[in-house]
């Protein structure tokens, strides 16, 4: 059975930075590639980034190009997104999921608040 375990998420002032990490098992996390989706208050997911599964190519949407990190240990079958110089507008729960598209299994979510 896919398990995917999201943590990290926490309240943090604007400018700040927060790392967020997702454990899987019950599959081999080094064959497939991986994603992060956010969902703001009231609005749909949106698709943050990917990365393949040997860690060597990674995609960012637009809104957090430059900004955040995604990566993976493979030995430690764990995916990470190093989020930097927040916004209030990174405010959403935080999943990471199976697949470049995130059309996979989804861990259960973290919640990242940006707010002074």
């Known amino acids: 059975e896919v398990q995917l375990v999201d943590s990290g998420g926490d309240l943090v002032q604007p400018g700040g930075s927060l790392r967020l990490s997702c454990a899987a098992s019950?599959?081999?996390?080094?064959?497939?590639?991986m994603s992060w989706v956010r969902q703001a208050p009231g609005k749909g997911p949106e698709w943050v980034s990917a990365i393949n599964s040997g860690g060597g190519s990674t995609y960012y949407a637009d809104s957090v190009k430059g900004r955040f990190t995604i990566s993976r240990d493979n030995a430690k079958n764990t995916l990470y997104l190093q989020m930097n110089s927040l916004k209030p507008e990174d405010t959403a729960v935080y999943y990471c999921?199976?697949?470049?598209?995130?059309?996979?299994?989804w861990g259960q979510g973290t919640q990242v608040t940006v707010s002074s």
């Open positions: 019950g599959f081999t996390f080094g064959s497939y590639d």
């Open positions: 999921a199976t697949g470049q598209a995130a059309k996979g299994s």
